[in-house]
């Protein structure tokens, strides 16, 4: 049996719906893979005599409880208080986690406000943890059955305190059996598509298969138990990869560590030492945004002449127009590679959800052109993300 | 004091993280805005007894519950069920739910599956409620304290009965007071600086003060109750405004609608017919991004060169360099207004976390220079949002 595990997220934000709450997502994922069975998700506000209820039910329900949000330095941030109160751990001043605070803001040349001091208050025989993403500490805390961890609710400093300090942490502190999970990440096909694509394969009942589409890819998920044997894992995993094909842009839990897009062009491009130039239209700077950090990128360029301009044209103007845009660039810069990306459709088309676009995309490698044409429908944002990513995606498949 | 009430997902993929509860956030919000006090969300999985528990807790607590999924046809749907075994409600066949089930499969075309008569099975006294989205009714009763109406979890299906049978019902069955709420939206200013600026503002105690730290601003919330006198409303909020200052770009919740910086702009842009052209470097093409649909922005680059090559100068050299930069593309570009902006820090300060990079951002209006001057900490995207979003902030401050 795995230990169980409860999520409990604490603000008004979440109870109230101002925020969706997808700390408690992650989390949740987070735990199965490291081989706790998640139980509940329990979300509650700003009532400290709820806090006490619901801290006093996980203490003796869970073997693990993970607790996101109310560390902040305001008046209605009541965590600490609530543990204080509910496990008769009076809140002790930590001069380690104050020192913390105190460095966060002299490295922003800021004055510490007096408010954030209660961050440094943390419950008796609390573990602290470092924060280096933010002001409020996390801590942990063993009460009846219960482990319990609490962290900031911000979601980016919550995902690196958790991954850096509480996941090591949690996997010597539990007999753990992890599962195995491997996900083909995909662009340019749905979720549908995928299923027919994968209809003949031959799955095993121990073996759970699902699905994620996110914004930035679709993802096929394998979960295979703790013990499966690793040659059957990967002539099961090829199986997938050879009927998804091309779409597949990288494999997660195996050998190599992957990311999104963007990053496993990175590893292409840092391998053949190639630069980049670009002008893009319909993505309006978000392919260039994708691309930050990556010295690679050379030049980025939106224009709206040029953006605009090319919404009645033909197929064939629009790659003949690309094309001279594509070699004048190629001209200018020293990049070794070229991209250029242009959109046609109707003058309000990127704007209206229910009309769509067609982007034309031109890569230039030496004296040779790629293109590819995609059809994007949807709200002006996905549409802005599409054609950045199915633009970068002629370039992850030129250089694969 | 308005009903409590509570929302309760029941379902595998909400508990395993992989579906985000949108559902929970959406019904709170419609709950708030009807004049609940929503108290708690609680999510668990496929177990019948972790579901009779949680029934059996919330019945005492409550006043009101919308719990959603657990409806379907299949095995691991469980509600109706631990409803009937919870509240000691046999389950009843439903003749007219049953008709209603067959005509959905009838006006496809398709025989009605065996699995699907169950979802025609209610709870003894349970009051129907007519699905025409999908297959599985809804239903609600009373149980103790508790009003609890029980829908299926597809998201299209539950909003449309809720909009349509359920919220009319509670509007009668409840004496509800909805509450008005105002957000301030703020950037640049952390919540601990928020809590020194109104320190001294005396809040009456029937209005909830909170705030929310997203990654694309600080929001200051005041939750007034429904009676509250228009005419010291505004004259509360106009206090929070004078004392946020500047840093206010729009405040929600009185007449006009507002939305994100780029929105706020966009209405101080068209109504004073400006156009922009930008060079970004930190922000690395996320600012024109944020200003995608917006056709006063004529231009944007990204330049490896320009970026890189001012990472070591002085600030009087980079204010320079930024105003001559600035002089070329007024020449350049037809834009009445140019924006550039320029960084410095160490060589890998922009990817590295925990070094800062200052972000200088020059505004050319016509024959003047306007100028910020921010330090950015954290993650590299982090910093790369913060840049564009600052350095859009200068332009607003200008254009105010």
């Not at 409860?6 to 994922?29: H, K, M, P, R, Y």
């Not at 260039?288 to 010295?295: E, I, L, Q, R």
């Not at 605009?308 to 003949?320: A, G, K, T």
């Not at 704007?351 to 044409?373: C, G, H, M, P, W």
Request: proline share 4%; with cysteine; glycine share 6%.
């Amino acid at each position: 049996m795995n230990p169980t595990l409860e999520i409990f997220s604490q603000g008004e934000e979440i109870v109230t719906g101002q925020t969706v709450d997808t700390n408690a997502a992650w989390l949740a994922q987070e735990a199965i893979h490291c081989g706790f069975t998640v139980t509940r998700h329990t979300a509650v506000g700003d009532k400290l005599t709820d806090l006490i209820n619901l801290l006093n039910d996980i203490a003796a329900r869970a073997d693990c409880c993970i607790c996101t949000g109310g560390l902040g330095p305001t008046s209605d941030d009541l965590t600490a208080e609530a543990v204080a109160s509910a496990f008769n751990r009076p809140l002790e001043f930590d001069d380690i986690a104050f020192e913390q605070i105190k460095e966060f803001f002299d490295r922003r040349n800021r004055p510490m406000p007096e408010v954030n001091k209660k961050q440094a208050l943390l419950p008796q025989t609390a573990k602290r943890i470092d924060n280096t993403w933010g002001t409020a500490p996390g801590f942990a805390l063993q009460h009846q059955r219960c482990w319990f961890v609490f962290l900031p609710g911000v979601p980016s400093e919550m995902k690196g305190l958790f991954l850096e300090h509480v996941k090591p942490d949690l996997l010597t502190r539990f007999t753990l059996q992890p599962p195995h999970l491997v996900s083909l990440k995909t662009l340019g096909v749905g979720e549908s598509a995928i299923q027919e694509l994968i209809k003949d394969i031959k799955i095993p009942e121990t073996i759970e298969l699902g699905f994620r589409a996110g914004t930035d890819d679709v993802q096929t998920k394998l979960l295979f138990p703790f013990d499966y044997p690793k040659t059957d894992l990967d002539s099961l995993v090829a199986e997938f990869s050879q009927c998804l094909g091309d779409y597949v842009f990288a494999i997660d839990g195996l050998e190599e560590p992957t990311g999104d897009l963007a990053f496993e062009i990175n590893k292409l491009m840092t391998a053949t030492n190639h630069t980049l130039a670009i002008i893009e239209t319909a993505s309006h700077g978000l392919l260039a945004a994708k691309c930050v950090g990556y010295d690679w990128l050379i030049q980025a360029s939106y224009d709206k002449n040029i953006s605009q301009s090319n919404q009645v044209l033909s197929s064939s103007e629009l790659l003949n127009t690309a094309k001279n845009l594509a070699l004048n660039l190629q001209e200018k810069t020293d990049g070794s590679l070229v991209l250029v990306q242009l959109y046609t459709g109707k003058p309000e088309a990127l704007k209206d959800k229910n009309l769509a676009i067609q982007v034309l995309t031109v890569l230039r490698v030496d004296k040779t052109f790629y293109e590819s044409i995609h059809t994007i429908l949807g709200p002006i944002t996905r549409k802005q993300n599409q054609a950045a990513l199915l633009s970068l995606d002629l370039l992850r498949r030129y250089l694969k």
